[in-house]
């Protein structure tokens, strides 16, 4: 099974709402990560968990929590989200082999977030 | 600032053609990978090169990598109109940054059947 899957596919919400979005891979995979991406743009990295732990934060605003509940689950929890971040939101995982760089990395087809 | 930066931004070509994608980057790497996205959906990995190769192919797709001009380069032959996507060039930071993944601006390809 070389799937990421995400859901939900499509949210709408509020700049009040607290939302969350998930991701899950069943490869093993002990690096998780998610991407932001706006129209016509590559994709950012937001976050990197590794083993379960948080090790790259790329100075995400406070109103993005992430969470790696275990292995194989990735949460994105939002809340007082902002028009300027209506995205689509991707997850990524891939195997962690000490001591070498970053390998493939499996893609899920994205949430499409929008914030009204 | 972008680590990879890809020309042309945009390739429109006749099904059977051929697609030509380049993508230049900065800082010293460790590997370099191509990915293709469809309209609105996930990325899909293509190719991984690695530093010490010079060429690498799959299927229909080419690879190649100058280190020395720190380039890389995408052919695509015989292109179908499935082809059709956006394609990115993608390095990693590594040392202490591992998983960091930075993705070039992207090439986006029309196949016209």
């Known amino acids: 099974d070389t799937e990421v899957t995400q859901t939900p596919k499509h949210l709408v919400m509020g700049m009040t709402n607290k939302k969350s979005l998930k991701c899950e891979q069943h490869?093993?995979?002990?690096?998780m990560y998610w991407y932001k991406q706006k129209a016509k743009k590559p994709p950012e990295l937001m976050f990197v968990?590794?083993?379960?732990?948080?090790?790259i934060n790329e100075s995400v605003p406070s109103r993005f929590s992430p969470e790696c509940p275990n292995s194989s689950l990735l949460n994105l929890h939002l809340h007082a989200l902002q028009p300027e971040d209506s995205a689509l939101y991707l997850c990524?995982?891939?195997?962690?082999?000490?001591?070498?760089?970053?390998?493939?990395?499996?893609f899920g087809p994205g949430t499409r977030l929008t914030v009204l | 600032s972008q680590q990879g930066e890809e020309d042309p931004q945009a390739l429109s070509i006749q099904e059977g053609e051929n697609a030509t994608m380049n993508c230049s980057y900065k800082?010293?790497?460790?590997?370099l990978q191509w990915y293709r996205q469809n309209s609105g959906r996930g990325l899909v990995h293509l190719i991984l090169?690695?530093?010490?190769?010079r060429e690498k192919h799959s299927g229909r797709l080419r690879v190649t990598l100058d280190t020395s001009k720190k380039s890389s380069s995408l052919l695509i032959t015989a292109s179908r109109a499935a082809d059709t996507a956006s394609y990115f060039c993608a390095t990693p930071a590594g040392g202490t940054s591992y998983g960091k993944l930075t993705f070039g601006q992207g090439t986006i390809l029309t196949v016209h059947p």
């Open positions: 490869m093993g995979h002990r690096a």
């Open positions: 800082t010293s790497i460790n590997n």
């Open positions: 990524a995982s891939s195997s962690f082999i000490t001591g070498t760089h970053t390998d493939t990395q499996y």
């Open positions: 090169i690695r530093s010490n190769e």
């Open positions: 968990y590794s083993y379960e732990k948080l090790s």
